[in-house]
């Protein structure tokens, strides 16, 4: 208490700076440290729904690695949905080539073009999926990398 008053103004200014300092450093450990949870929770969960072919979003979080793997995965989605239509529209194309197969005028010319028609879709499905490609190429290196380092 004699500090106190001596000190006067200038050191109940200090002493309630230091108490706001030593309040933020607690709290940002805290949070440092359930980060540092999520993040070990969420690569081995990442790494397991990987090798098994899921990619869908796994568990539930406020941390930021739970936000960022949302927002990632929500446009990821959005294109594979956008490449899932189109296959389908491939798909379709294919069926219907097949039904028309089946008419009596069907002959070695109409199924010729019916298989050059399937296989430059094929090829257009094939160039939209190799886009991915180095993305998918640069994720598994990234994933080697972090396997190697731990």
């Given at each position: ?38 993040e070990t929770m969420y690569i081995t969960q990442w790494q397991q729904s990987f090798t098994s072919g ?97």
């Amino acid at each position: 208490m004699e500090f106190l008053e001596k000190g006067g103004v200038v050191f109940a200014l200090i002493l309630s700076c230091s108490l706001v300092a030593v309040t933020i450093a607690v709290q940002r450990w805290r949070f440092y440290r359930s980060v540092e949870k999520e993040e070990t929770m969420y690569i081995t969960q990442w790494q397991q729904s990987f090798t098994s072919g899921n990619n869908r979003p796994f568990g539930a979080g406020e941390g930021p690695l739970a936000k960022l793997w949302t927002a990632v995965y929500k446009g990821w989605s959005e294109e594979q949905s956008q490449e899932e239509s189109a296959f389908e529209a491939v798909l379709e194309k294919e069926d219907a080539y097949y039904t028309s197969l089946a008419a009596e005028d069907s002959d070695l010319t109409t199924f010729s073009d019916g298989l050059a028609e399937i296989n430059g879709n094929f090829e257009t499905s094939q160039a939209a999926l190799s886009e991915m490609l180095p993305d998918l190429t640069a994720l598994a290196k990234l994933s080697q990398t972090e396997n190697q380092a731990q």
